[in-house]
């Protein structure tokens, strides 16, 4: 069965990055897109961007332009998120999903909650 | 690009039918014609109820249905069950590879 499991949960200073994980299986990983969705505390989803699993490529929001960057790993089937400059507003549970054609997320990582905090 | 507007909440008693909106804007590059919808239950992650408008993925009741005109998608459940709770998202492929989601309903079930 598909499975998307993240990282664990993350605390961090004003001004530090984040990187999380998101390791994917009972599929094939290059066959895919991982999308990068974030809900802040008592919001809505958020969409971030997306990695390609097959050839890496990326396409972000607009806003994080500048401060985000997803990759992946073929080898070990794990998508990536690192986020740089935060601020308290980047406090939120971090998403990773999968699309199929032609574009609904149709598996979703459990969250990884990342807190921005002194 | 802005997000598709959903009603903030909605409810009805177990047993009615409740349908959610989603409507976005000529000009924000949507395709209405690959919308989806998720559930979400407090803490969880959001489950993918409706892809394509109206189909329903396997293990989805059929008392979830989806429908558009125009731009505007909807989303219904009828015979509400206290299960279907939740908080429910809309979400299309905009323009440039881009993907939106709608800000979000909470139905509530009476």
């Known amino acids: 069965q598909v499975q998307l499991v993240q990282s664990a949960a993350e605390v961090k200073e004003p001004g530090a990055s984040v990187k999380v994980s998101c390791k994917a299986s009972g599929y094939t990983f290059t066959g895919n897109y991982i999308h990068w969705v974030r809900q802040a505390p008592g919001q809505g989803l958020e969409w971030m961007g997306w990695v390609d699993g097959n050839r890496g490529g990326t396409k972000y929001a607009q806003r994080f332009q500048g401060r985000i960057t997803m990759a992946r790993d073929t080898s070990i089937s794990t998508a990536y998120i690192e986020l740089s400059r935060l601020t308290s507003d980047d406090t939120a549970v971090y998403f990773c999903a999968r699309t199929s054609w032609p574009g609904q997320f149709d598996y979703w990582g459990q969250g990884t909650l990342v807190t921005v905090s002194s | ?110």
């Not at chain 2, 125009?70 to 299309?92: I, M, R």
Request: charged share 15%; proline share 6%.
């Open chain 2, 1 to 110: 690009q802005s997000a598709l507007t959903q009603p903030p909440s909605a409810s009805g008693s177990p047993g009615q039918s409740v349908t959610i909106s989603c409507t976005g804007t000529s000009s924000d590059g949507a395709d209405y014609n690959y919308v989806s919808w998720y559930q979400q239950h407090p803490g969880k992650a959001p489950k993918l109820m409706i892809y394509e408008v109206t189909k329903r993925p396997s293990g989805v009741p059929d008392r979830f249905s989806g429908s558009q005109s125009g731009n505007t998608a909807s989303l219904t459940v009828s015979g509400l069950q206290a299960e279907d709770e939740a908080d429910y998202y809309c979400s299309s492929k905009a323009g440039s590879n881009n993907w939106v989601f709608g800000g979000g309903t909470k139905v509530t079930v009476l």
